[in-house]
């Protein structure tokens, strides 16, 4: 069994509420990644949970190079496992964040079928989703 912490990122670049500025924002999540280790966690999942509130499924591409940027320099401020989830439900551009990060696992709330949620009907992309992984990173498990 593995323990999972979660990194919630303030607004970024973009959303309503950004006022920090991405230097401030890295080194937020760099500390948090340090204090997750040292408390023994095994991976650590980022979510861009002040973005709120959320894309149904295509975040803009701020969000994914402000998520991007995060991420690398977490891989390099850890060896712990990392991993992705675009809220609220953009599959493809957590896997692109992965790819660019060397990142290990994606979470994508909504893979397959359909959920009514506060950002309405959502509707899985399993078949994109699969077929992109395959293409840039067929190491990154899908959650």
Same mark, same amino acid.
């Given at each position: 069994?593995?323990?999972?912490?979660?990194?919630?990122?303030?607004?970024?670049?973009?959303?309503?509420?950004?006022?920090?500025?991405?230097? @401030?924002? !890295?080194? #937020?999540?760099?500390? *948090? +990644?340090?204090? /997750?280790?040292?408390?023994?966690?095994?991976?650590?999942?980022?979510?861009?949970?002040?973005?709120?509130?959320?894309?149904a499924d295509n975040v803009p591409p701020a969000t994914v190079a402000a998520m @991007?940027? !995060?991420? #690398?320099?977490?891989? *390099? +401020?850890?060896? /712990?496992?990392?991993?992705?989830?675009?809220?609220?439900?953009?599959?493809?551009?957590?896997?692109?964040?992965?790819?660019?990060?060397?990142?290990?696992?994606?979470?994508?709330?909504?893979?397959?079928?359909?959920?009514?949620?506060?950002?309405?009907?959502?509707?899985?992309?399993?078949?994109?989703?699969?077929?992109?992984?395959?293409q840039i990173c067929p190491d990154v498990v899908i959650c």
């Amino acid at each position: 069994m593995s323990i999972i912490g979660v990194i919630h990122l303030p607004p970024l670049p973009g959303a309503p509420g950004h006022a920090t500025s991405m230097s @401030t924002i !890295v080194d #937020a999540a760099r500390q *948090d +990644a340090i204090t /997750l280790s040292e408390a023994g966690f095994d991976a650590i999942i980022i979510e861009n949970f002040g973005d709120a509130p959320f894309f149904a499924d295509n975040v803009p591409p701020a969000t994914v190079a402000a998520m @991007t940027r !995060v991420i #690398a320099d977490l891989a *390099d +401020a850890t060896d /712990l496992d990392l991993g992705v989830n675009v809220l609220r439900n953009d599959g493809l551009a957590a896997l692109a964040v992965a790819a660019a990060t060397n990142a290990n696992f994606v979470r994508i709330n909504v893979l397959s079928g359909s959920m009514y949620t506060d950002q309405g009907l959502i509707t899985g992309r399993a078949a994109e989703v699969v077929r992109l992984r395959d293409q840039i990173c067929p190491d990154v498990v899908i959650c």
